[in-house]
């Protein structure tokens, strides 16, 4: 019914996808489990702020607070580009054109603090998800079994 301009076949298929998308959005929307996600999200993205602007500073390079807030503001932006697995060389390239946009043009202490950030970034995310984890209660077996639960094939429209 919400869906009238689609062809039946179609709009099926797509209120399918946003049901499925609803029910696996459900239990992150329960109030405790919404709070503990922010919490731990605003957390990561202050640690890694502050991670930037020291590994900036250990690199040699001055960079004003906003701009420093700015450029890592578009760089997290960019993570909505496709990209290969582990951002190998997207990553990087990425973060010199996102700090560069902001006026910093050393470009090769740039692109050292980018290789420095991507493995501090691999391993606090790390660390994180492992505190998330068990913060939510998840354990080993409940993913395996996810895993195993997911649908293999894709779902198109």
């Known amino acids: ?45 202050g640690v890694q702020l502050l991670e930037y602007a020291s590994l900036f500073r250990a690199m040699g390079v001055a960079v004003q607070p906003v701009l420093l807030t700015v450029g890592f503001t578009l760089f997290m932006f960019t993570f909505a580009v496709n990209v290969i697995p582990g951002q190998l060389g997207t990553y990087e390239a990425l973060f010199v054109a996102s700090f560069g946009l902001t006026g910093l043009a050393e470009t090769d202490r740039l692109l050292a603090t980018a290789l420095t950030t991507h493995l501090v970034n691999t391993v606090l995310l790390t660390a994180f998800g492992a505190v998330a984890y068990t913060l939510l209660d998840i354990a080993w077996p409940d993913l395996k079994q996810w ?5 293999t094939e894709p779902l198109t429209l």
């Not at 499925?20 to 919490?39: E, F, K």
């Not at 895993?147 to 649908?151: E, G, I, K, S, T």
Request: hydrophobic residues 50%; proline residues 10%; positive net charge.
């Open 1 to 45: 019914k919400s869906l009238p301009m689609m062809p039946g076949k179609v709009r099926k298929r797509v209120a399918s996808l946003l049901d499925a998308s609803a029910d696996a959005l459900a239990p992150y929307l329960r109030p405790s489990t919404l709070a503990t996600n922010l919490m731990l999200t605003a957390l990561i993205w």
């Open 147 to 151: 895993w195993r639960q997911r649908p």
